[in-house]
């Protein structure tokens, strides 16, 4: 065997098995009975969920029922709020998102700012708001089931994490800045930044 030929063969073995095991998911993916055959074109993404950054705004905005009613399960659970800001299960759904969508206001008051950051990036360590201070930040895992519930109206690769924090900030803020990522990383690789318009405070 020459030298060049066990290169090929090397190269080879290499690039089956970084495709093998795509081929495998495809392969099962195909074997359940609600897959779209292979002849199908793809359908046209007319919608997405509400958390999902990705998409244009241009997209129909859903919040399934299933992912509603886990979201709203783990607001209760951490903060104590039952109906996250502008939450509705509904295919008109108005809850208060940052400008990029990467993370989602649960609650707020003239100190106080509660909310949920939908990236795997985001940890409790990495969370750096541009004023005020973190006093709590649990992350907490995406269920299989609700995961599948989001992708299922379009939210194409959902976080398996979110990241709940309870943020302390000066009164009379108006805009709420935060960045999260490894320092000496860039950010759009190892975290991601992000802002929110505050609603005034109910008196």
Not at 47 to 75: H, M, N, Q, V, Y
Request: aromatic letters at 6%; a neutral charge; charged letters at 20%.
């Amino acid at each position: 065997m020459t030298k060049e030929t066990r290169n090929n063969l090397i190269v080879l073995s290499l690039v089956l098995a970084i495709m093998a095991p795509g081929a495998v998911i495809l392969f099962r993916k195909k074997l359940e009975p609600t897959s779209r055959r292979m002849y199908m074109p793809d359908p046209v993404i007319s919608s997405t969920a509400w958390c999902d950054p990705i998409p244009p705004e241009s997209l129909k905005r859903i919040i399934p029922a299933k992912s509603a009613a886990w979201f709203a399960g783990e607001t209760q659970r951490v903060f104590g709020v039952a109906s996250p800001s502008g939450w509705t299960a509904s295919d008109r759904p108005e809850p208060v998102m940052s400008n990029r969508r990467w993370f989602q206001l649960i609650s707020s008051d003239a100190t106080h700012v509660c909310i949920a950051i939908w990236d795997d990036r985001a940890t409790a360590e990495n969370l750096h708001p541009d004023s005020g201070t973190v006093l709590k930040a649990e992350l907490v895992p995406v269920p299989k089931d609700v995961r599948h519930d989001l992708q299922d109206v379009g939210f194409v690769l959902p976080p398996e994490r979110v990241l709940f924090a309870d943020i302390s900030v000066p009164p009379a803020t108006h805009t709420l800045k935060l960045t999260w990522h490894t320092p000496g990383q860039a950010i759009g690789w190892s975290g991601g930044q992000d802002e929110i318009q505050l609603p005034a405070p109910q008196p």
